[in-house]
Nanobody
Framework: VQLQASGGGLVQAGGSLRLSCAASGRTFSTYPMGWFRQAPGKEREFVATISRGGIGTYYSDAVKGRFTISRDNVKNTMYLQMNTLKTEDTAVYYC????????????????WGQGTLVTVSS
């Protein structure tokens, strides 16, 4: 599966953005999906994951209550709704397709999108 993330941009603290991850191919619904992010000088970190059918979701403590992950298996697209953004949310956001739902480590994901930059200004 090929993934393409989009929707990043510049937003003020307290604002919102919605990221999208478009998948090619007809196997999108067979993959648990995840969002990760990487800030300058830091390692890539887990943000959120969603099960194949979209029922199960899990978030990092840093974004719980502010971000919402969702997917549309008809449109082959995953989303990340980001509200109440903070300056510390500034990072390149990556979408990924994994093997097992609930995995929070990058090693559990086989396919990656190219990343989309989110910049939150104070």
């Amino acid at each position: 599966v090929q993934l393409q993330a989009s929707g990043g941009g510049l937003v003020q603290a307290g604002g919102s953005l919605r990221l999208s991850c478009a998948a090619s191919g007809r196997t999108f619904s067979t993959y648990p999906m995840g969002w990760f992010r990487q800030a300058p000088g830091k390692e890539r970190e887990f943000v959120a994951t969603i099960s194949r059918g979209g029922i199960g979701t899990y978030y990092s403590d840093a974004v719980k209550g502010r971000f919402t992950i969702s997917r549309d298996n008809v449109k082959n697209t995953m989303y990340l709704q980001m509200n109440t953004l903070k300056t510390e949310d500034t990072a390149v956001y990556y979408c990924a397709a994994g093997r097992v739902y609930g995995n929070t480590d990058t090693s559990g994901y086989d396919y990656w999108g190219q990343g989309t930059l989110v910049t939150v200004s104070s």
